[in-house]
């Protein structure tokens, strides 16, 4: 049974930062493609950036030069850095993983965690 938790969410001002980490459990080997995706109150789940085991990362254009995805492969564990936040950032964060071949910000990944909160104040 693979298990995606999320941890590092919290409550921040503008501007601040805040680092997400996700860790697959329930599988020996990582994950062809790890991704961070987002849902604000009253709206739709967005792609907000992806990371294949290999190959380039991919970011939504608002995250775009604030944000940045990692992974250590050797602890199965996903990162999201995320500087400079506003408001528009607030929403629950969600880890996901694809043992698949495809990589991308759509929301078709096999397993997803349970989400992490991230809330920032103005």
């Known amino acids: 049974q693979v298990e995606l938790v999320e941890s590092g969410g919290g409550s921040v001002q503008s501007g601040g930062s805040l680092r997400l980490s996700c860790v697959v459990f329930g599988y020996t080997y990582s994950p062809y493609c790890m991704g961070w995706f987002r849902q604000a109150p009253g709206k739709e789940r967005e792609g907000v950036a992806a990371?294949?085991?290999?190959?380039?990362?991919t970011y939504a254009d608002s995250v775009k030069g604030r944000f940045t995805i990692s992974r250590d492969n050797a602890k199965n564990t996903l990162y999201l850095q995320m500087n400079s936040l506003g408001p528009e950032d607030t929403a629950m964060y969600y880890c996901?993983?694809?043992?698949?071949?495809?990589?991308?910000?759509?929301?078709?990944?096999?397993?997803w965690g349970q989400g992490t909160q991230v809330t920032v104040s103005s």
């Open positions: 990371h294949p085991i290999v190959g380039r990362t």
């Open positions: 996901a993983a694809d043992f698949g071949t495809m990589c991308s910000l759509l929301s078709t990944y096999n397993y």
